[in-house]
């Protein structure tokens, strides 16, 4: 399996920015598809960014589109999300995912096999 940690989270004014990492540790970060999901208190847990395994493609939800991108870098077995323009909406806890499945759906929760902790992101107005 893979441990996957996410960290970077913080307060931030509406307008600014933050990334967040995603240290993997465990079986090859290779192997796994990676994705970004985040959840506000109240709400359910809601799809944010995907990213293949070689980093080639990526998926985003209609709401960060454009002012978020999903990267990685295999070597140091990271997965990043920059965060642009940040809006209060945006504030959530934000889970990194691993998913071993090389096709599905990879807006949809149980795609993801291994999950992390989570990192608080506050955006204030």
């Known amino acids: 399996q893979v441990q996957v940690v996410e960290s970077g989270g913080g307060l931030v004014q509406a307008g600014g920015s933050l990334r967040l990492s995603c240290a993997a540790s465990g079986r090859t970060f290779t192997m796994y598809g990676m994705g970004w999901f985040r959840q506000a208190p109240g709400k359910e847990r809601e799809f944010v960014a995907a990213?293949?395994?070689?980093?080639?493609?990526?998926y985003y939800s209609d709401s960060v589109k454009g002012r978020f991108t999903i990267s990685r870098d295999n070597a140091k077995n990271t997965l990043y999300l920059q965060m642009n323009s940040l809006k209060p909406e945006d504030t959530a806890v934000y889970y990194c995912?691993?998913?071993?499945?090389?096709?599905?759906?990879?807006?949809?929760?149980?795609?993801?096999?291994?999950w992390g902790r989570g990192t608080q992101v506050t955006v204030s107005s």
């Open positions: 995912a691993a998913s071993k499945y090389v096709s599905g759906r990879v807006s949809a929760a149980p795609h993801y096999d291994y």
């Open positions: 990213i293949s395994r070689t980093g080639g493609s990526t």
